[in-house]
């Protein structure tokens, strides 16, 4: 199976282990032919944030430098991708832009996980204003579909750690949420990471709805260690559920 992972994480990242040539090499044992480091953006901070679970500013310059060298490096082995996982920070969008710009990156992958701010209220795996859940998760996540920067929409029912329940209202978020990546071609992602915690997403009824709707899924590794991208056991598994439920399936992006 040809197959790519545009879901790589780096040690930049503060909770991610090995080094940026450990995945490269990872990946290509495992039959890889694409891959895309994707690491968590950095983000001018606001006196409220700050960068526990993401690279500082100051280290995306040497994140560059290190995958072009590594992709140069291993250019007859496999394809290597630079990009981000980046939340929908809507007065700060003209900042993400200017680093796709000054470090010509190649695609941004919209992790939806804090509202408006990084903090632990505004995570939208543990959302602290329960009743408006729903409504700024949708609202962020639209937002950030129409605004053309991202290819791919990473673990999108992650807001699912927070009720871990489907019910009508459920289904109703799920459908919008599927119209805007329709409308749009934003890929939606089947996350590897929360089934490799078992963690309340991939939920199985999200993806059947996903998949009914016809958007384009692609799996994602979502991998914090180069041994993540070797569980090839894990990754075949996944896609054998998603053409189990006749998806419109993308192995890669190329």
């Given at each position: 199976m040809i197959k790519g992972n545009y879901h790589t994480h780096t040690k930049r990242c503060k909770h991610?282990?090995?080094?940026?040539?450990?995945?490269?090499i990872a990946a290509i044992k495992a039959g890889f032919s694409e891959l895309a480091f994707t690491d968590h953006a950095p983000w001018n901070l606001r006196d409220d944030e700050n960068d526990r679970i993401r690279m500082h500013m100051s280290e995306m310059s040497d994140y560059v430098e290190s995958i072009r060298s590594l992709k140069d490096k291993y250019a007859d082995q496999i394809k290597i991708l630079i990009g981000l996982e980046a939340e929908y920070f809507e007065a700060r969008m003209g900042d993400l832009e200017s680093l796709v710009?000054?470090?010509?990156?190649?695609?941004?992958?919209?992790?939806?996980?804090?509202?408006?701010?990084?903090?632990?209220d505004t995570y939208f795996g543990n959302y602290k204003d329960f009743k408006l859940l729903y409504d700024h998760y949708l609202e962020d996540s639209i937002k950030a579909m129409r605004s053309g920067m991202y290819k791919i929409?990473?673990?999108?029912?992650?807001?699912?750690?927070?009720?871990?329940?489907?019910?009508?209202?459920?289904?109703?978020?799920?459908?919008?949420?599927?119209?805007?990546a329709l409308?749009?071609?934003?890929?939606?992602?089947?996350?590897?990471?929360?089934?490799?915690?078992?963690?309340?997403y991939p939920n199985d009824t999200?993806?059947?709805?996903?998949?009914e709707r016809g958007c384009t899924i692609i799996v994602g590794v979502d991998a914090h260690d180069p041994r993540h991208l070797l569980d090839t056991a894990m990754y075949d598994k996944a896609v054998e559920f998603l053409r189990s439920l006749n998806a419109n399936l993308i192995t890669t992006l190329d």
């Amino acid at each position: 199976m040809i197959k790519g992972n545009y879901h790589t994480h780096t040690k930049r990242c503060k909770h991610a282990y090995g080094s940026d040539e450990e995945y490269v090499i990872a990946a290509i044992k495992a039959g890889f032919s694409e891959l895309a480091f994707t690491d968590h953006a950095p983000w001018n901070l606001r006196d409220d944030e700050n960068d526990r679970i993401r690279m500082h500013m100051s280290e995306m310059s040497d994140y560059v430098e290190s995958i072009r060298s590594l992709k140069d490096k291993y250019a007859d082995q496999i394809k290597i991708l630079i990009g981000l996982e980046a939340e929908y920070f809507e007065a700060r969008m003209g900042d993400l832009e200017s680093l796709v710009q000054e470090y010509d990156l190649d695609l941004l992958v919209l992790g939806n996980h804090f509202h408006i701010r990084d903090s632990n209220d505004t995570y939208f795996g543990n959302y602290k204003d329960f009743k408006l859940l729903y409504d700024h998760y949708l609202e962020d996540s639209i937002k950030a579909m129409r605004s053309g920067m991202y290819k791919i929409f990473a673990h999108p029912d992650l807001f699912l750690k927070t009720v871990n329940i489907i019910n009508d209202r459920t289904k109703v978020l799920i459908n919008s949420l599927c119209d805007v990546a329709l409308e749009t071609n934003t890929i939606m992602e089947y996350n590897l990471g929360g089934k490799r915690y078992r963690d309340y997403y991939p939920n199985d009824t999200f993806w059947k709805i996903v998949a009914e709707r016809g958007c384009t899924i692609i799996v994602g590794v979502d991998a914090h260690d180069p041994r993540h991208l070797l569980d090839t056991a894990m990754y075949d598994k996944a896609v054998e559920f998603l053409r189990s439920l006749n998806a419109n399936l993308i192995t890669t992006l190329d």
